[in-house]
Nanobody
Framework: QVQLTESGGGLVQPGDSLRLSCTTT????????MGWIRQAPGKERESLAI????????HYADSVKGRFTISRNNRENIVYLQMDSLKPGDTAVYYC??????????????WGQGTQVTVSS
């Protein structure tokens, strides 16, 4: 059973930056695409960013393009989400997810428990 653990969430002010981290116990992390997804209260789940197994390809939702950056370290089994210029609308629970494939357009096989990000003045 693969376990994913997110960290780095918290309360920040509009315009601030935050970096989320996600570690996984997957023995095949370097062969799997990873993603960050968020869900705000009363809203549908939104896929924010996806990174390929090699880290060479990424995809972002329009809502975060230019503000968020996904990256990974395959030696340490960790994936990051750098979030800049945060807005109140970014308030949500952020989930890390892992695909069993080297690339995905949004389907994931394993999920973390989520970390809360709150953007408020």
């Amino acid at each position: 059973q693969v376990q994913l653990t997110e960290s780095g969430g918290g309360l920040v002010q509009p315009g601030d930056s935050l970096r989320l981290s996600c570690t996984t116990t997957s023995p095949d992390f370097s062969k799997h695409a990873m993603g960050w997804i968020r869900q705000a209260p009363g809203k549908e789940r939104e896929s924010l960013a996806i990174i390929s197994a090699t880290g060479l390809s990424t995809h972002y939702a329009d809502s975060v393009k230019g503000r968020f950056t996904i990256s990974r370290n395959n030696r340490e089994n960790i994936v990051y989400l750098q979030m800049d210029s945060l807005k109140p609308g970014d308030t949500a629970v952020y989930y890390c997810a892992e695909s069993n494939l080297p690339w995905t357009t949004g389907a994931f096989d394993s999920w973390g428990q989520g970390t809360q990000v709150t953007v408020s003045s």
